[in-house]
C-alpha cells in the first residue's frame, strides 16, 4: 500500500522565481495538507485541501497557493521566492469520515527540500 | 491561538533506560487532540502516539506511553526500554477538532522538538 509520496525531493531555485511541488495522497485519502518546516524548527501549516478546495489556511502569505486534483493529489505553489521559504516542505494525507468530528489521522511524505538562493 | 512548547532541544540516554520528553501547550478550547511525532534522519514524520482531551486514561502503545494532565496543560511522553532505533526527532503536536460539512479538521500546532539520541 503506497503512502504518501512527494516530488521533487530537493530541489534549488533562485530568488524572485516560483516553484511547484507535488504530492500524492495515501491510497483511499481524500484530504491534503501542506507544512513547511524550516530548518531546526516544527512544521508549520500551510493549507488544507479537501474535494478541490481550500479548506483551511495557516499564517502564510497569497504567494503561497495550491491546488487539489480529482485524483485528490495535490500540489503547493510558491511565487517570488524569498531567501526565508528555503525549508522542508512536507504533505500530510488524511480522510474525511462525514458528519463526524474529531482528528484525521495524518500520514505524511518524506518531504521536498527546498533551497532558495 | 494554540502554542505548543518544548523545552528540551535535546536529549541522550542509554540504551534500554527509560526517558521522558516534555510538551506543555496552551489554548482556550476544551476539546483537542494531542499526538507524539517521531521524525528520523530519513525526513518522514511517523506517529508515535495520540490522546484525546476527553479521555482521562493515558494513551499507550507498546514502549511509548503518555501522562497527560490537562488542568496543566502537559502532555509528556514516557519511552520505557529505549532503543538505538528510537534516535530521531520527536515533536508534540495539538489539534483542534472541527465539524462541518466538508469534514476535516484544523491544521496541527507543533512544538520546536526535542533531539532526542540514544546512545550504545
Known amino acids: 500500500d503506497a503512502g504518501v509520496t512527494q516530488s521533487p525531493t530537493h530541489l534549488i531555485k533562485t530568488r524572485g522565481q516560483q516553484v511547484t511541488l507535488r504530492c500524492s495522497p495515501k491510497?483511499?485519502?481524500?484530504?491534503v495538507s501542506w507544512y513547511q518546516q524550516a530548518l531546526g524548527q516544527g512544521p508549520q501549516f500551510i493549507f488544507q485541501?479537501?474535494?478541490?478546495?481550500?479548506?483551511q489556511r495557516g499564517n502564510f502569505p497569497d504567494r503561497f497557493s495550491g491546488h487539489q486534483f480529482p485524483n485528490y493529489s495535490s500540489e503547493l505553489n510558491v511565487n517570488a521566492l524569498l531567501l526565508g521559504d528555503s525549508a522542508l516542505y512536507l504533505c500530510a494525507s488524511s480522510l474525511v469520515v462525514q458528519g463526524a468530528s474529531g482528528a484525521n489521522v495524518l500520514t505524511f511524505g518524506a518531504g521536498s527540500r527546498l533551497t532558495v538562493l | 491561538a494554540q502554542t505548543v512548547t518544548q523545552s528540551q532541544p535535546e536529549m541522550s540516554v542509554q540504551e534500554a533506560e527509560t526517558v521522558t520528553l516534555s510538551c506543555t501547550y496552551d489554548t482556550s478550547e476544551n476539546n483537542y487532540y494531542l499526538f507524539w511525532y517521531k521524525q528520523p534522519p530519513s525526513r518522514q514524520m511517523i506517529l508515535v502516539i495520540r490522546?484525546?482531551?476527553?479521555?482521562?486514561q493515558n494513551a499507550t502503545e507498546n514502549r511509548f506511553s503518555v501522562n497527560f494532565q490537562k488542568a496543566a496543560k502537559s502532555f509528556s511522553l514516557k519511552i520505557s526500554d529505549s532503543q538505538l532505533g528510537d534516535t530521531a526527532m520527536y515533536f508534540c503536536?495539538?489539534?483542534?477538532?472541527?465539524?462541518?460539512?466538508?469534514?476535516?479538521?484544523?491544521?496541527?500546532?507543533f512544538g520546536k522538538g526535542t533531539h532526542l539520541i540514544i546512545q550504545p
Open positions: 491510497s483511499g485519502h481524500d484530504t
Open positions: 490522546q484525546e482531551a476527553y479521555k482521562q
Open positions: 503536536a495539538f489539534m483542534k477538532p472541527r465539524l462541518y460539512s466538508g469534514g476535516g479538521a484544523d491544521g496541527l500546532t
Open positions: 485541501y479537501y474535494e478541490e478546495e481550500e479548506r
